[in-house]
């Protein structure tokens, strides 16, 4: 009750800066362009409705439109076109501290008789790739904020979608129907980029702290199955972001202060006197140290360090088309010292101290080149390299006297990528796409290990393994083709084609990709999709070495085939009333030529991911299969009148089947997960309103594997009962969320909102693992984190 005074005491001295003044107004800009060709749509009539008022303008030469003094607050735009579908888009924030700049996409009607023309409906269920049209879905700036819960995490946001499970508050890695997190693919400014998360490790997708800053994200895609075939090398979803470019009229500042996404200061303006060109820098610095002096739970002892910056920018069009200059940079480091490390901490163990350190950096160049009015040419390059660096000293007593080192790990990854794709819209109906992704990866690695080893040379200690000594690298072709045909404006085919070509064995791979959407009318529409996809082995499994008979390390898994799946889809979208929507999905996913062990076992790549350390073993064959399936309901009404509400559910089974034959169920099977969220705004006058947030979640506990006591005893190190694996599971998750907070506006351009966000309210102990306890000889249930008052105060000018 105390960590709640307080912070509710920051929420009423803010609260209390509140005075009233005359009229607040902001600008509403942005661009008007052709969906498919990327073309600016000239003459374009553009309006905003703010009550029973509506403004209009048109588009100039370039396709830009300009508002100026609009009222703030919530206001709905609507663009259209003569020959083209309109577009209404809802729920546009207008503050006085920020201009808010808009790129609308319309998309050409088949028939041409008449403007088709969509009023007080909207279109924030598409995505915004015009190829993915199923099983896809845009998240924006103001939801990552608005939902309670979220951290100011992208990843966190989308386990709020159906089919994204969620049990685990300790990282963000994106479980999508079942599938592994390490089956995501992440690209930033469309080409793919490393784990984007803070204290990441060689082959995972998700961390505890994201790196990519939801401040300079615009409006970005998640796929969760079938997607197009510009996407490869994943198995379960896509998570397709990109950066928006700065304000390039005037110069514009934010300050921000959250408990995980700590400190930040973001500065965005115009490059050149022409304003023509702009730039986006945002730097960020940790400050959970602030929630430990307040005494609240993090799920360790140990502060986390951790600092970040991103960028871009935007240098507009010239006569060698549009470039572009992106980038994220981070570094993030901890210290689990044993003396202070309860047997309750999330990531450390008390008879241990452990040291992590992380780098992160990717720079990228975007070019656009238009050709004619109907085709563009877009080429992206980017270089990244991430570092990981962790060591261990297991103490030999309960003092913490004498210790001896335990773990060395020091990984270093280097990526050149090159996306470059040619698109072309050669009428209303039919739009191709033909381009190639290249990926260079290479890997130093050298990790040393003694856990669970014998002690052979009679030393008194475990006797150290050389776990990888790697310096190699790859490469990743993956060229593909990819139509969008619309037969008329009720009926849509997208469909093409996809080949992966890895040179370190020679593998290849031919993957068709085809969906079908029909319009049944205004009100509802269905879509079926088929997907074979395919991935690469992770690098940590790919660049296993073991010893032969000589002591020489040799690479044991080089020679692994893609681990593949067929992806088959099917929904039903219905549009009850206006701001309401309901989308129901059924799916079937068959994974098969997945790695396990030669010899009858348990294990299965399908179950590794979701934890820091990769699996380390060796022989492992393409024989292995899995499956998943289930029923997926969103229920959304979308912001309108004051409020919006948001209802997702999922019933999965996720099953594997190893080399033992027997199939069982996959660490990630929680069988079901709903979600309910749901908001009000109140309006107290034109400067201020206050906002209340809420999210109920529940899934289904994780399998896991139990753990063999005795043995554990009889070795002093963890092993776990592989003949039961994945046989129990742990007890129903469970978490409240609520979040009250305002937003203020001054009429001298400054605009602020602040949140207390209360997660886990009800102090649910909700079960994080097992973990044998060496000095207690036992087995210890770790809970995941409890009550946390999270903070949002955001200053614009």
């Given at each position: ?228 075939s510009e996407y490869g090398n994943a198995l379960s979803g896509v998570f397709d972001v990109g950066f928006r470019n700065g304000n390039r009229d005037k110069f514009e500042f934010t300050a921000q202060l959250a408990a995980f996404s700590g400190l930040e200061f973001m500065a965005e303006g115009p490059l050149n006197k022409s304003k023509t060109s702009s730039f986006l ?517």
């Amino acid at each position: 009750m105390k960590q709640m005074k307080r912070v509710y005491m920051v929420f009423l001295l803010m609260v209390s800066m509140v005075s009233l003044h005359a009229q607040y107004t902001q600008t509403i800009k942005g661009q008007v362009l052709d969906a498919d060709s990327e073309i600016p749509l000239i003459g374009a009539n553009v309006e905003v409705l703010f009550g029973d008022e509506i403004v209009g303008t048109s588009t100039d030469i370039d396709g830009y439109f300009k508002f100026e003094k609009v009222p703030v607050g919530r206001h709905i735009i609507r663009a259209s076109y003569l020959g083209y579908n309109s577009v209404t888009i809802p729920n546009v924030v207008v503050n006085t501290g920020k201009e808010v700049d808009l790129e609308l996409l319309l998309s050409e009607a088949v028939n041409k008789l008449s403007e088709v023309t969509i009023t007080a409906t909207t279109d924030k269920d598409k995505s915004v790739n015009e190829m993915a049209t199923i099983s896809a879905k845009t998240f924006s700036l103001e939801e990552v904020t608005r939902y309670s819960g979220g951290r100011n995490d992208a990843s966190r946001l989308v386990s709020n979608f159906a089919g994204v499970a969620t049990a685990d508050d300790s990282r963000n890695d994106i479980v999508i129907r079942g599938n592994s997190p390490a089956g995501v693919l992440w690209r930033l400014e469309g080409v793919p980029i490393p784990n984007p998360n803070h204290f990441s490790t060689l082959g995972t997708t998700g961390g505890p702290v994201s790196a990519l800053n939801t401040n300079l994200l615009k409006n970005s895609d998640f796929i969760t199955s079938a997607f197009p075939s510009e996407y490869g090398n994943a198995l379960s979803g896509v998570f397709d972001v990109g950066f928006r470019n700065g304000n390039r009229d005037k110069f514009e500042f934010t300050a921000q202060l959250a408990a995980f996404s700590g400190l930040e200061f973001m500065a965005e303006g115009p490059l050149n006197k022409s304003k023509t060109s702009s730039f986006l820098i945002s730097y960020r610095n940790s400050f959970v140290a602030l929630a430990d002096n307040l005494g609240l739970d993090i799920g360790t002892n140990a502060i986390p360090d951790y600092r970040d910056l991103s960028f871009k920018l935007d240098f507009g069009t010239g006569k060698l088309g549009k470039f572009s200059i992106f980038g994220i940079g981070g570094t993030s480091d901890i210290a689990f010292l044993g003396a202070e490390i309860d047997d309750n901490d999330i990531f450390a163990e008390a008879d241990a101290d452990s040291r992590a350190d992380s780098r992160l950096g990717v720079v990228g160049v975007k070019h656009n080149l238009l050709f004619g009015n109907n085709a563009y040419l877009r080429t992206v390059v980017s270089a990244s390299r991430t570092e990981n660096k962790f060591t261990q000293e297991r103490y030999l007593d309960t003092l913490f006297m004498e210790s001896y080192a335990n773990t060395n790990v020091d990984d270093r990854t280097e990526r050149l990528a090159i996306t470059s794709f040619y698109n072309i819209k050669h009428n209303a109906k039919l739009t191709t796409r033909i381009g190639i992704t290249f990926e260079r990866l290479s890997l130093i690695s050298n990790v040393r290990d003694r856990e669970g080893n014998p002690d052979i040379d009679m030393d008194g200690l475990p006797d150290w393994q050389q776990v990888r000594d790697v310096d190699g690298e790859l490469y990743i072709y993956q060229p593909f083709l990819h139509a969008k045909y619309k037969l008329n404006d009720k009926l849509t085919f997208n469909g093409g084609v996809h080949a992966q070509y890895l040179h370190i064995n020679e593998d290849y791979i031919v993957e068709p990709r085809a969906t079908l959407n029909y319009a049944i009318n205004e009100k509802s529409s269905w879509n079926i999709g088929y997907g074979h996809h395919s991935q690469v082995q992770p690098l940590p499994i790919l660049f296993f070495l073991s010893p032969n008979d000589e002591g020489e390390l040799m690479p044991l898994n080089q020679e692994l085939d893609f681990s593949k799946a067929h992806h088959f889809v099917m929904g039903y979208d219905f549009k009850p009333a206006q701001n309401w929507r309901t989308k129901i999905e059924t799916y079937y996913q068959y994974l098969y030529d997945v790695p396990v062990d030669r010899f009858e076992s348990t294990f299965s790549l399908l179950n590794a991911g979701a934890d820091f350390v990769f699996p380390e073993t060796g022989y492992l064959i393409n024989e292995g299969s899995g499956k998943n399936y289930g029923l997926e309901l969103t229920v959304e009404k979308f912001f309108s009148k004051g409020y919006y509400g948001l209802l997702t559910g999922s019933l999965f089974q996720s099953k594997y089947t190893p080399s033992d034959g027997v199939e069982r169920n996959t660490a990630f099977n929680n069988q079901y997960v709903l979600n309910v969220l749901g908001g009000k705004e109140w309006k107290v006058n034109e400067r201020l309103s206050f906002t209340t947030d809420f999210k109920v979640t529940t899934a289904g506990g994780r399998y896991y594997t139990p753990i063999d006591l005795e043995t554990s005893q009889l070795i002093s190190s963890e092993v776990k009962d592989e003949s039961r694996a994945f046989s129990e599971q742990f007890d129903p998750y469970f978490r409240l969320d609520l979040k009250l907070g305002f937003r203020l506006n001054s009429k001298k351009g400054f605009s602020q909102m602040f949140a207390l966000d209360f997660q886990n309210l009800t102090n649910r102990e909700n079960p994080f693992t097992r973990r044998y306890n060496r000095s207690k000889n036992q087995v210890d249930t770790v809970l995941q984190s409890g009550f946390f008052p999270d903070i949002l105060w955001r200053i614009q000018f």
